[in-house]
């Protein structure tokens, strides 16, 4: 599986857009890049996936380069229920395959 | 929207009892997971199941630990003889076959004295 980077904390605003950038130098041709969001206490929520160019949702937005070799999860006009751990995944994402989570990064929202 | 729920929140056990952490899947999802979570660590894979049989389990699904479908709707995980080590948050997950996210329970924080 990739192994995946992403910075271990960031710091934002209210009503800021939040740009959270996931490093996966050695993603494989068949994998999926999945970002989910956890809340303390709480089950791994699932935020995006994409695989090429740009995917957008209701939540937030992933742009994913022609390479592969890393992915933006952009949240637009965060709040302070956005404060949460981010994990960003990539894997070959098969029915039945396990999910392997890194550190994740915690963002923190401020007024 | 439907959710995975997941049932004690909150279970307290005595070192060496056996334990059952139950949990209702998405109706129409086929693969089923657990997971847990040490408290301030990563989310760590335990095992998965689909067609009533364990699809892939990691080194910490060892013989103390089985799973089971018993019924339509409910999936378990048992865990024969806890130990210390054992307490932890244990998220329950289901996805459906069409490669679809994994949906997550709000877990059971297992507490073992």
């Known amino acids: 599986l990739a192994k995946t980077t992403q910075p271990i904390s960031m710091d934002s605003y209210e009503g800021q857009e939040v740009n959270i950038t996931c490093s996966h130098n050695n993603i494989a041709t068949n994998d999926y890049i999945t970002w989910y969001q956890q809340f303390p206490s709480q089950g791994p929520r699932f935020i995006i996936q994409g695989y090429k160019t740009k995917v957008t949702n209701e939540v937030a937005s992933l742009f994913i380069p022609a390479d592969r070799k890393s992915s933006t999860l952009s949240l637009p006009r965060v709040s302070l229920s956005d404060t949460a751990v981010y994990y960003c995944?990539?894997?070959?994402?098969?029915?039945?395959?396990?999910?392997?989570f890194g550190k994740g990064t915690t963002l923190s929202v401020s007024s | 929207e439907p959710e995975v729920t997941q049932t004690p929140s909150h279970q307290v056990t005595q070192m060496g009892q056996e334990v059952i952490l139950r949990c209702v899947p998405i109706s129409n999802h086929l693969y089923f997971y657990w997971y847990r979570q040490i408290l301030g660590q990563k989310v760590e894979f335990l095992v998965s199941f689909y067609n009533n049989e364990i699809s892939e389990k990691s080194e910490i699904f060892d013989d103390q630990f089985s799973v089971e479908r018993p019924d339509g709707s409910n999936f378990t995980l048992k865990i024969r003889s806890t130990k210390l080590e054992d307490s932890a948050m244990y998220f329950c997950?289901?996805?459906?076959?069409?490669?679809?996210?994994?949906?997550f329970g709000d877990g059971t924080r297992l507490s073992i004295l």
């Open positions: 995944l990539v894997g070959p994402y098969q029915a039945g395959t396990a999910l392997i």
């Open positions: 997950a289901s996805s459906d076959l069409a490669n679809q996210p994994q949906h």
